[in-house]
Protein backbone atom coordinates (compact mmCIF):
# COMPACT_ATOMS: atom_id res chain seq x y z
CA UNK A 1 0.00 0.00 0.00
CA UNK A 2 1.10 3.56 -0.96
CA UNK A 3 1.29 6.29 1.65
CA UNK A 4 0.22 9.37 0.69
CA UNK A 5 4.18 11.04 0.20
CA UNK A 6 4.63 8.05 -2.53
CA UNK A 7 1.38 8.86 -4.31
CA UNK A 8 2.69 12.62 -4.60
CA UNK A 9 6.43 11.79 -5.63
CA UNK A 10 4.73 9.29 -8.32
CA UNK A 11 2.43 12.49 -9.51
CA UNK A 12 5.21 15.04 -9.37
CA UNK A 13 8.65 12.46 -10.91
CA UNK A 14 8.74 10.74 -14.26
CA UNK A 15 5.07 9.06 -13.78
CA UNK A 16 3.28 12.44 -13.95
CA UNK A 17 4.56 16.23 -14.45
CA UNK A 18 8.00 15.39 -15.54
CA UNK A 19 6.57 12.51 -17.90
CA UNK A 20 9.76 12.71 -20.44
CA UNK A 21 6.66 11.23 -23.61
CA UNK A 22 4.48 14.16 -22.09
CA UNK A 23 7.07 16.78 -22.16
CA UNK A 24 8.46 15.89 -25.96
CA UNK A 25 4.96 15.69 -27.41
CA UNK A 26 4.25 18.71 -25.68
CA UNK A 27 7.25 20.47 -27.13
CA UNK A 28 6.66 19.46 -30.62
CA UNK A 29 3.20 20.54 -30.78
CA UNK A 30 4.30 23.59 -29.37
CA UNK A 31 7.47 24.41 -31.28
CA UNK A 32 4.51 23.78 -34.70
CA UNK A 33 2.04 25.69 -32.63
CA UNK A 34 1.63 29.47 -34.65
CA UNK A 35 -0.97 30.60 -32.12
CA UNK A 36 -0.85 31.10 -28.15
CA UNK A 37 -4.02 29.90 -27.98
CA UNK A 38 -2.49 25.96 -29.45
CA UNK A 39 -0.55 25.61 -26.32
CA UNK A 40 -4.00 24.24 -24.53
CA UNK A 41 -4.33 21.70 -27.37
CA UNK A 42 -0.88 20.83 -26.81
CA UNK A 43 -1.16 19.87 -23.12
CA UNK A 44 -4.45 17.83 -23.54
CA UNK A 45 -3.10 16.11 -26.39
CA UNK A 46 0.70 15.25 -24.94
CA UNK A 47 -1.64 14.06 -21.82
CA UNK A 48 -3.95 11.99 -23.32
CA UNK A 49 -1.41 10.15 -25.55
CA UNK A 50 1.11 9.34 -22.93
CA UNK A 51 -1.82 7.84 -20.61
CA UNK A 52 -2.91 5.90 -24.59
CA UNK A 53 0.73 4.94 -24.48
CA UNK A 54 0.93 3.57 -21.04
CA UNK A 55 -1.98 0.81 -21.84
CA UNK A 56 -0.16 -0.14 -25.13
CA UNK A 57 2.95 -0.36 -23.07
CA UNK A 58 0.75 -2.34 -20.33
CA UNK A 59 -0.23 -4.66 -22.88
CA UNK A 60 3.10 -6.14 -23.80
CA UNK A 61 4.95 -8.50 -21.79
CA UNK A 62 7.52 -5.53 -21.09
CA UNK A 63 8.35 -4.04 -17.66
CA UNK A 64 6.57 -0.28 -17.53
CA UNK A 65 9.56 2.47 -17.82
CA UNK A 66 7.96 4.42 -15.40
CA UNK A 67 5.83 2.15 -13.70
CA UNK A 68 3.44 3.74 -10.86
CA UNK A 69 0.13 2.74 -8.76
CA UNK A 70 -1.70 6.20 -9.49
CA UNK A 71 -4.29 5.76 -11.67
CA UNK A 72 -5.04 7.63 -15.01
CA UNK A 73 -7.52 10.16 -13.70
CA UNK A 74 -4.58 11.18 -10.73
CA UNK A 75 -1.61 11.48 -13.45
CA UNK A 76 -3.51 12.56 -16.23
CA UNK A 77 -3.79 16.42 -15.33
CA UNK A 78 -0.06 16.52 -14.19
CA UNK A 79 0.96 14.98 -17.79
CA UNK A 80 -1.72 17.89 -18.94
CA UNK A 81 0.54 20.68 -16.57
CA UNK A 82 3.51 19.03 -17.51
CA UNK A 83 2.74 19.28 -21.50
CA UNK A 84 1.57 22.85 -21.33
CA UNK A 85 4.92 23.62 -19.74
CA UNK A 86 7.04 22.23 -22.44
CA UNK A 87 4.94 23.27 -25.27
CA UNK A 88 4.68 26.77 -23.60
CA UNK A 89 8.69 26.70 -23.55
CA UNK A 90 9.05 25.79 -27.18
CA UNK A 91 6.57 28.18 -28.66
CA UNK A 92 8.51 31.03 -26.73
CA UNK A 93 11.62 29.27 -28.41
CA UNK A 94 10.53 28.77 -31.67
CA UNK A 95 8.72 32.73 -31.44
CA UNK A 96 12.75 33.79 -30.66
CA UNK A 97 14.18 31.80 -33.70
CA UNK A 98 11.85 32.84 -36.22
CA UNK A 99 12.59 36.45 -35.16
CA UNK A 100 16.22 36.32 -35.81
Same mark, same amino acid.
Given at each position: ???????? %?? @? %????????????? =??????? !?????? !????????? +?? $?? @? =?? &??? =??? @??? #?? #???? &? +?? +? $??? %? #?? /????? @??????????? /? /?? !? /? +?
Amino acid at each position: MMTLSETW %FD @L %FGLAGLLNPFALL =IGGYLGW !KADRLQ !KLWIAGFAA +AA $LT @L =IL &DVA =IGA @LPV #PQ #PFAH &D +AG +A $LAV %F #PF /RFVGG @LIASAVTYWLS /R /RV !K /R +A
